[in-house]
Nanobody
Framework: QVQLIESGGGLVQAGNSLRLSCAAS????????MGWFRQAPGREREFVSA????????RYADSVQGRFIISRDNAKNTVYLQMNSLKPEDTAVYYC????????????????????WGQGTLVTVSS
């Protein structure tokens, strides 16, 4: 399985931006569908965004559509999440995940025990 390490989290004021990165080990990164999930305190984990192995298809949760952009650089084994116009409700631990799912829809409901997951990076948005 691929190893994933997230970075780029931090404290930011509402309305500002952050870019998260997820670096993957291994030479098969380009074969994986990649996704971002988040979990706020006291809440269930939720899907944020996903990107196909080639980077030509993306999917977003309604709550972040138009504000967040997912991208990947297969040459650098890295997936990114550009987060703009941040809101306090975006505060959460953000996790990236890699899986061999065949569709982005399947990625949106990826079970925690399937695929590879990073340790998470905390994003805090102050009002």
């Amino acid at each position: 399985q691929v190893q994933l390490i997230e970075s780029g989290g931090g404290l930011v004021q509402a309305g500002n931006s952050l870019r998260l990165s997820c670096a993957a080990s291994g030479h098969t990164f380009s074969s994986y569908t990649m996704g971002w999930f988040r979990q706020a305190p006291g809440r269930e984990r939720e899907f944020v965004s996903a990107i196909s192995w080639a980077g030509d298809n993306t999917r977003y949760a309604d709550s972040v559509q138009g504000r967040f952009i997912i991208s990947r650089d297969n040459a650098k084994n890295t997936v990114y999440l550009q987060m703009n116009s941040l809101k306090p409700e975006d505060t959460a631990v953000y996790y990236c995940a890699a899986s061999y799912v065949s569709t982005l829809q399947a990625m949106t409901v990826l079970p925690r025990g399937r695929g590879s997951w990073g340790q998470g990076t905390l994003v805090t948005v102050s009002s």
